[in-house]
T-cell receptor, first 114, second 109 residues
């Protein structure tokens, strides 16, 4: 079992560009959540995908969008990048159970916006 | 005020010491995670608990739902325990995680 994988591991972009990050969930998991972790801070919830739809969203602007594919993998897209978007982006997968879902985390993608 | 508060923010200990990290939360939860994050970013789930106490090796996690408080204990600490320990609660109806800011632990040999 490969666990949760993310790609790429590191990425450098300039302001105004667009970026796509990818996540493959742990085998058997159907739900993917995305988090942004700024340096020295705890992760912040961006959104969660289940059955190819955005099920819940945190306090992030529309520049942040996502997608889930039929094989449960997911993408996070960020448009019009700002310097403040520099962060570690974490993906976590789980098996949907609305009251008790343990999440398994990927290694993260480190995004630097110059 | 953050919904999940951890203390202390930073902790330095000598190898062998008993360590306690505390987490308080202000929202209704269905469960609480203790997570470990090493330099480089990867996060590992140590415990998920909704009541009582769990033990895994030298790690013990407790939770008091009435007091909205949880503790993570490390017995006989070792330099390899050095990491950031994060408390996260499963809040709301759809189970997204709400994270504390983490406690940075450094265990000196």
């Amino acid at each position: 079992d490969a666990g949760v994988t993310q790609s790429p591991t590191h990425l450098i972009k300039t302001r105004g560009q667009q970026v796509t990050l990818r996540c493959s969930p742990k085998s058997g998991h159907d739900t993917v959540s995305w988090y942004q972790q700024a340096l020295g801070q705890g992760p912040q919830f961006i959104f969660q995908y289940y059955e190819e739809e955005e099920r819940q969203r945190g306090n992030f602007p529309d520049r942040f969008s996502g997608h889930q594919f039929p094989n449960y993998s997911s993408e996070l897209n960020v448009n019009a990048l700002l310097l403040g978007d520099s962060a570690l982006y974490l993906c976590a997968s789980s098996l949907t159970d609305l009251s008790y879902n343990e999440q398994f985390f990927g290694p993260g993608t480190r995004l630097t916006v110059l | 005020k953050n919904e999940v508060e951890q203390s202390p923010q930073n902790l330095t200990a000598q190898e062998g010491e008993f360590i306690t990290i505390n987490c308080s939360y202000s929202v209704g939860i269905s469960a609480l995670h203790w997570l470990q994050q090493h330099p480089g970013g990867g996060i590992v789930s140590l415990f998920m608990l909704s009541s009582g106490k769990k033990k895994h090796g030298r790690l013990i996690a407790t939770i008091n739902i009435q007091e909205k408080h949880s503790s993570l204990h490390i017995t006989a600490s070792h330099p390899r325990d050095s990491a950031v320990y994060i408390c996260a609660v499963i809040g709301g109806s759809q189970g997204n995680l709400i994270f504390g800011k983490g406690t940075k632990l450094s265990v000196k040999p």
